[in-house]
Structure formats: structure tokens, C-alpha cells
Nanobody, 121 residues
Framework: QVQLVESGGDLVQTGGSLRLSCAAS????????MGWYRQAPGKQRELVAT???????NYADSVKGRFTISGDFAKNTVYLQMNSLKPEDTAVYYC???????????????WGQGTQVTVSS
């Protein structure tokens, strides 16, 4: 089993910044990618940003230029630096990891419990 633990969520004013962290632990042979998703009340979970083990990144259009994802795959950790926050960024942010638990095993998706980000206007 793999556990993902997020931290860094908080209440911040419009224009402020936050840095989210997520650490993966457990039965991990290889992590192919890690990422952040978010879910606002009454809405579906959506992709925020992902980073692959080779360093390739992908961002939702709504956060491009404001958010930066980075990862330390040697430490099974991913970060999300969020700048110029807006009220519409308010959501629970979930960490995701695509993990191969053992040599030759399939890749599985694992999720953290989520961390609340609230941006006040």
C-alpha cells in the first residue's frame, strides 16, 4: 500500500501565496508521475498540474503562469507553489501519484486525503 500525505493548505487573501507539499510512502518501486487535483464545492475534481519522473509538466489553463509544480522523485515528494491566488482557487487540493509498487508490477493511482485551500476576497 501507498500513502500520500498533503500539507500546506490554509486561508489566504486574494493575491497571496501558498505552497503545498505531498510526500508518498509505503510500497514504492517507481513513481511515474505525481500531480495535484482540486475539487470545489458542487464541482467535479479537476486537474491542476502534473509532473512526470522525466520532469515534464502539465498545467490547467486556469493556473498557468501562477502555479508551479516541482518534484523530488528521489524523496517521493511533490510541491505546488501557488501565487496570485484568486477566490476561484478555493477548493480541496488532492495529491495523486502513479506508482509501480514492485518490479514488473502494473502502475496504480493513489490519492491523498486532501488539504483545504481557501482564498478570501
Amino acid at each position: 500500500q501507498v500513502q500520500l500525505v498533503e500539507s500546506g493548505g490554509d486561508l489566504v487573501q486574494t493575491g497571496g501565496s501558498l505552497r503545498l507539499s505531498c510526500a508518498a510512502s509505503g510500497s514504492i518501486f517507481f513513481i511515474a508521475a505525481m500531480g495535484w487535483y482540486r475539487q470545489a464545492p458542487g464541482k467535479q475534481r479537476e486537474l491542476v498540474a502534473t509532473i512526470r519522473n522525466n520532469g515534464n509538466t502539465n498545467y490547467a489553463d486556469s493556473v498557468k503562469g501562477r502555479f508551479t509544480i516541482s518534484g523530488d522523485f528521489a524523496k517521493n515528494t511533490v510541491y505546488l507553489q501557488m501565487n496570485s491566488l484568486k477566490p476561484e482557487d478555493t477548493a480541496v487540493y488532492y495529491c495523486n501519484a502513479a506508482v509501480r509498487p514492485q518490479v514488473g508490477a502494473m502502475e496504480y493511482d493513489f490519492w491523498g486525503q486532501g488539504t483545504q485551500v481557501t482564498v478570501s476576497s
